[in-house]
């Protein structure tokens, strides 16, 4: 039987001239990150991203996405594994950039909707054929533009 890995993580309370550790405020919010008990290393979304990005890149909207293995970690990953294992690999996460770097509100609300536009031509060729019903996706929409990463 393999041994489980275990990993400790130490908070401090404060010490010196210190009022707060910030050691002791970060670890108080690690039991409200954790992923899924039990739940698996890794979950993909039933989404093929890459052709979702070539089709928005190839529509000439003057917007470029990418896709990245990376969530950003923290809440980024957590949200994203969480709506993964809730939604049953129907979900996709994409980071938006702050405005005007490069692109405004305008321009991402435009990506946005293409991003959206394909997700859903490519869930209805998965509904024809699986006929799963997929109405909680829109919760797990965002956009990525490749100059963010």
Request: hydrophobic letters at 40%; proline letters at 4%; charged letters at 20%.
């Amino acid at each position: 039987m393999a041994s489980k890995k275990k990993i400790v993580v130490t908070g401090f309370e404060p010490f010196a001239e210190h009022t707060v550790n910030s050691s002791w405020v970060a670890v108080q919010g690690l039991s409200l990150c954790c992923c899924v008990e039990n739940g698996p290393d890794c979950i993909k979304s039933i989404l093929d991203m890459d052709t979702i990005c070539k089709r928005v890149n190839d529509a000439g909207i003057g917007i470029t996405v990418s896709t990245s293995e990376d969530a950003g970690r923290y809440l980024c990953d957590y949200t994203y594994y969480t709506s993964l294992h809730l939604g049953k690999g129907r979900a996709a996460f994409v980071h938006v950039p702050p405005l005007a770097k490069p692109y405004s509100g305008k321009d991402l609300g435009r990506a946005l909707q293409a991003v959206i536009q394909e997700m859903l031509k490519l869930l209805e060729g998965m509904w024809e054929i699986s006929n799963h019903n997929f109405c909680n996706f829109a919760h797990f929409l965002q956009l990525k533009p490749k100059e963010s990463c």
